[in-house]
């Protein structure tokens, strides 16, 4: 379990963490979630001791990590891409730091496979591509079977079969019991990876929900209605607190009724309905409405990329 209380981290003028608190419980997988800047990368330097909170306090399994005895046992990082930068192989990579914690030749190997680097394990990790990177970070993330893994923004740099297998890989060290909390500024991506969602913006906590939560909070579900006579359907539904949009002549989007309700107005008026089909606000938009007052370099193209 992973708990920050308070957490608060000040860069002169600059705010990066204000007052966040929050509980990352094991067995399933947490996305930490925020528009550039946020304060996620902050955020996971504070757990694992790498920067000094300002106020409040960062614990895993109810100690703050420099206090852990076997970090690289309880807990696996991986910060930045390229945080690598070795003329040592891959393998004397690992083995270099499995021999600070007193872990076997055998663990090394077990990593490379798990990773897919065995083919390149004697090759020099400074000459890897930013994808194997990632990899050979992710495979020192669970050198020492940790029972916690704190990921920040580890998708980056992978190709699509990168990114499908790290997603399998977090579900399955989740499902052994295990804290898997991973950052990415990324909806679509972490919604298919995580399970529950802790979102920030400008350093403060905007939500702590399930992703099924988060969609339905955005509440803006619409239903498509396909039928031949639209225009005499669309009188029909008119009514306060009632929008409805026509981008084709058969097609109506209605918004502030149910599919059940509009399919009633239907079947009365003797309307046949080609297609009805409630539509939930998609987690991307979800995300944007959340977050759209915290973004800190508001652009129409960053907001988008969200
Ligand atoms: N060492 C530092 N000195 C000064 N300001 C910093 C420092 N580190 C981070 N910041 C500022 O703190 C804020 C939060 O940055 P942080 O990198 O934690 O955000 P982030 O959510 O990880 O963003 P990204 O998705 O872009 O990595 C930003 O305004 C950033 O400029």
């Not at 067995?27 to 920067?51: E, I």
């Not at 270099?96 to 020099?124: N, P, W, Y």
């Amino acid at each position: 379990m992973i708990e920050a209380v308070g957490l608060t981290k000040r860069y002169g003028e600059t705010v990066a963490v204000d007052g966040l608190s929050f509980v990352v419980q094991p067995g399933v997988v947490t996305g930490f979630l925020g528009p550039n800047g946020a304060g996620k990368s902050t955020t996971m330097r504070m757990l694992l001791g790498l920067d000094r909170p300002t106020t409040g306090t960062a614990s895993i399994n109810g100690r703050p990590y420099t206090r852990l005895t076997a970090p690289l046992c309880e807990v696996g990082a991986l910060l930045e891409a390229r945080a690598i930068h070795t003329g040592r192989s891959a393998r004397n990579h690992l083995l270099a730091l499995a021999a600070t914690h007193g872990i076997g030749r055998r663990r090394v190997d077990q990593v490379l496979e798990l990773v897919g680097l065995t083919q390149v394990a004697g090759k020099r990790a400074g000459g890897f591509s930013l994808g194997m990177g990632q990899r050979l970070g992710i495979a020192s993330a669970l050198l020492g079977d940790p029972h916690t893994l704190i990921l920040d923004e580890p998708v980056n740099g992978l190709d699509p079969e990168g990114i499908l297998w790290i997603r399998t890989l977090l579900r399955s060290l989740a499902a052994e019991g295990r804290t898997v909390f991973v950052s990415s500024h990324l909806m679509s991506e972490m919604s298919m990876t995580a399970t529950h969602l802790i979102v920030v913006g400008q350093g403060r906590l905007i939500a702590d929900c399930s992703v099924a939560e988060l969609t339905n909070a955005s509440g803006r579900s619409v239903v498509r209605v396909r039928a031949e006579e639209a225009p005499r359907l669309r009188d029909l539904l008119a009514a306060d607190g009632v929008s409805i949009t026509s981008t084709e002549r058969d097609l109506l989007t209605v918004s502030g009724l149910s599919s059940t309700e509009i399919g009633k107005v239907a079947a009365e008026a003797r309307v046949a309905l080609i297609e009805l089909t409630p539509q939930q606000a998609s987690l991307e938009e979800a995300f944007m409405e959340l977050t759209r007052d915290a973004v800190e370099f508001g652009t129409p193209m960053q907001a988008a990329r969200l």
